[in-house]
């Protein structure tokens, strides 16, 4: 149990998929203009995650083997676009108040490095099945707080008297610098 | 070599398999087309284009029983919209089904009013607000300015307010160059 938990808090703070490996910086900077949209995103891609996660051990635990370990990025990429667009129909048609929260944001998903990065740390990292689920659950909630993070910065950035040449993008590459750095401050939390 | 083949093949298909019966499995009954062209609609729910509302127009415009330049409150910007949506040749606006007017609100005289609730039957976005005998009055933020309750009211206490520009309202004008004949 207390690994799970080790497994949770490591991946959501000392290792953050996009402040620390720097993973999935599209979505990062492309939907974090606003708090609604980060938190859209967000829900979407924990709940792709989890799940792709868990499917993409299954498929190279059971499918693929050590003898067909180079085909693990071919399949997973495969396997999570199947998994999203599956989601995506499944979701339409059973409850559309959650379909227009997640809808838009779901084929985003598809590409995504950091839905491709987790399956494929938890291969290299030789996770159990339940051990994978909490990673990429934990990569999950690491992205999502910090692209709600990122994106609550930049609401208040878009009204402050920022200098011309550092309006937009480049202010905010500045900032996801500074929180990077922040979020090295928990480097030392896990021993 | 082969199995690596055979393996993704299998996972291919199985997937295709898969989405497929989803694709069946999950049908959502709707007309994609409607929702696109009602989103382009100004909401007002005047029937001023002939149809009962912003959403039956939609549909007729997707079944191709109705032209796209019947809704005088979206005005030219709004058939240019469709035109590009839909593919089609821009057309003027059809004077037949009413001119573009400034965006405008209800407002009740409250003195004159009598109380007959007959305007907040006629309201298609329950704007109004009142009971019998009582006074009436228009939630100005919920009106759309269709000008439908005006008909029924028996003691003609209803006029319409066209909106300034205020705070809420106002917006970037389009920039507007003088032509000059170069020398």
């Known amino acids: 149990m207390e690994g799970y938990l080790l497994i949770l808090v490591g991946t959501v703070f000392v290792n953050n998929i996009v402040m620390v490996k720097i993973l999935g910086l599209c979505p990062f900077m492309g939907v974090s203009r606003k708090l609604e949209t980060a938190l859209g995103m967000g829900a979407a891609t924990t709940f792709v995650l989890t799940l792709g996660s868990g499917t993409s051990y299954l498929v190279n635990k059971y499918l693929l083997g050590p003898d067909l370990a180079y085909l ?15 989601t995506e129909m499944a979701i339409r048609k059973t409850s559309p108040v959650l379909y227009q929260v997640l809808g838009i944001y779901l084929p985003l998903i598809t590409t995504n490095c950091a839905v491709l ?6 291969v290299q990292a030789k996770h159990d099945f339940v051990e994978s ?8 909630l690491g992205f999502s707080l910090a692209l709600i993070l990122f994106a609550g910065i930049r609401e208040r950035i878009e009204a402050a008297d920022v200098p011309g040449i550092f309006r937009g993008s480049a202010i905010a590459m500045v900032t996801a610098g500074l ?3 922040a979020f090295m401050g928990f480097a030392g939390l896990v021993k | ?3 690596a083949v055979f393996v993704m093949a299998g996972l291919a298909l199985a997937i295709g398999a898969v989405l497929g019966f989803a694709a069946i499995r999950f049908r959502v009954e709707g007309h994609p087309l409607v929702e696109k062209i009602d989103a382009i609609l100004p909401q ?5 284009c002939g149809f009962p509302g912003c959403k039956p127009y939609a549909q007729a415009i997707a079944e191709g029983n109705a032209e796209i330049n019947q809704c005088p409150p979206g005005g030219e910007e709004n058939i ?11 057309k003027p606006l059809n004077a037949a089904h009413g001119v573009p007017k400034p965006r405008s609100v209800a407002v009740i005289d409250e003195e004159l009013c009598i109380g007959c609730t007959l305007c907040t039957q006629a309201c298609p976005v329950d704007a109004i607000l009142g009971a019998a005998k009582q006074m009436h009055t228009v939630i100005a933020a919920e009106c759309t300015g269709c000008e439908l309750c005006l008909a029924p009211c028996p003691v003609d206490c209803i006029h319409m307010l066209p909106v300034g520009e205020s705070i809420g309202s106002w ?12 020398a």
Not at chain 1, 117 to 122: D, H, Y
Not at chain 2, 44 to 48: I, L, N, R, V, Y
């Open chain 1, 72 to 86: 693990t990025t071919l399949s997973f990429i495969v396997v999570i676009a199947g998994i999203v667009q599956f």
């Open chain 1, 117 to 122: 990065g987790i399956p494929l740390l938890n």
């Open chain 1, 133 to 140: 689920l909490f990673f990429g659950m934990g990569g999950a």
């Open chain 1, 179 to 181: 929180m990077s750095l």
């Open chain 2, 1 to 3: 070599m082969l199995t």
């Open chain 2, 44 to 48: 007002t729910q005047c029937g001023q």
């Open chain 2, 80 to 90: 240019h919209k469709l035109a590009d949506l839909l593919g089609a040749e821009f």
């Open chain 2, 171 to 182: 917006k970037w004008k389009y920039p507007v160059f003088p032509l000059t004949r170069a």
